[in-house]
C-alpha cells in the first residue's frame, strides 16, 4: 500500500487566497483526521470523519476552515480566506476503525502552508 | 521540514547506548497509548502501542512501559543508531470515545556517534 498520500506537499500563497489540501487515506481504511502541527501550539485535531461523515469537527479553528470527504478514498481541507497565521504543517491520517475498537493513526507526509 | 516545539526537551544519547523517553499522560481514563517518530520534514510514524490492560509491550528494539497510577508511559530504544534521531511523540486515547488522539509536547532524540 501506498500509505497516506497529500497533496500538494508544499503550497505558498498569498494572504486572502483560497487554499484547498487534499488527502487519499489508506484503502480499507474507515476513518480520517486532518491534524495542524505549528512549533507554538503542536499536533491539533481539526477534524475526524468516519465512514465520510464528519463526526467531530471542534478542532476547526473557524469558519473560514472546511473539510469534505465525497468517498472513502478523498478528502479535502479548505481555507478561505487564508491568512499568515494559517501557516503550518497540515497532516491527514487515516485508521481503521470497528465496533468502538482503538486502532493505529497512520499519517501522510503533510502539506507546508506558507500564507504571505 | 521543523515541525516541533521551540523548548522541545532533548535528550541526547552516544549510538550504541540505550535511550529512555519519558511521557506524563493527562487523563486516568485513557486506555490507549501510541509512541510515534518524526523526523524533520515527515510525518508521524507508527512505533509502538499499547493498550491499559497491560503494562509492557516489546517490539523490535523498542519497549514501552505503562504505570497507570502515576500516569506514565515510557519509550525504550534499546542500542540507539544515529537513525533514531527524531522527534518522539505520546499519545492517548480516551476510553469510551472514538479513536481521538492526544499528542503530548514530544521530546527530541539526538544521537551522536
Known amino acids: 500500500d501506498a500509505g497516506v498520500i497529500q497533496s500538494p506537499r508544499h503550497e505558498v500563497t498569498e494572504m486572502g487566497q483560497e487554499v484547498t489540501l487534499r488527502c487519499k487515506p489508506i484503502?480499507?481504511?474507515?476513518?480520517l483526521f486532518w491534524y495542524r502541527q505549528t512549533m507554538m501550539r503542536g499536533l491539533e485535531l481539526l477534524i475526524y470523519?468516519?465512514?465520510?461523515?464528519?463526526?467531530?469537527d471542534s478542532g476547526m479553528p473557524e469558519d473560514r476552515f472546511s473539510a469534505k470527504m465525497p468517498n472513502a478514498s478523498f478528502s479535502t481541507l479548505k481555507i478561505q480566506p487564508s491568512e499568515p497565521r494559517d501557516s503550518a504543517v497540515y497532516f491527514c491520517?487515516?485508521?481503521?476503525?470497528?465496533?468502538?475498537?482503538?486502532?493505529?493513526?497512520?499519517f501522510g507526509p503533510g502539506t507546508r502552508l506558507t500564507v504571505l | 521540514g521543523e515541525s516541533v516545539g521551540l523548548h522541545l526537551p532533548t535528550l541526547s544519547v552516544q549510538e550504541g547506548d540505550n535511550s529512555i523517553i519519558n511521557c506524563a499522560y493527562s487523563n486516568s481514563a485513557s486506555d490507549y497509548f501510541i509512541w510515534y517518530k518524526q523526523e524533520s520534514g515527515k510525518g508521524p510514524q507508527f512505533i509502538i502501542d499499547i493498550r491499559s490492560n497491560m503494562d509492557k509491550r516489546q517490539g523490535q528494539r523498542v519497549t514501552v512501559l505503562l504505570n497507570k497510577t502515576v500516569k506514565h508511559l515510557s519509550l525504550q530504544i534499546a542500542a540507539t543508531q544515529p537513525g533514531d534521531s527524531a522527534v518522539y511523540f505520546c499519545a492517548e486515547n480516551f476510553s469510551g470515545g472514538y479513536n481521538k488522539l492526544i499528542f503530548g509536547a514530544g521530546t527530541r532524540l539526538a544521537v551522536h556517534p
Open positions: 484503502s480499507g481504511h474507515n476513518s
Open positions: 470523519f468516519n465512514n465520510n461523515v464528519p463526526i467531530d
Open positions: 491520517a487515516s485508521s481503521f476503525t470497528a465496533g468502538g475498537s482503538k486502532d493505529t493513526q497512520y
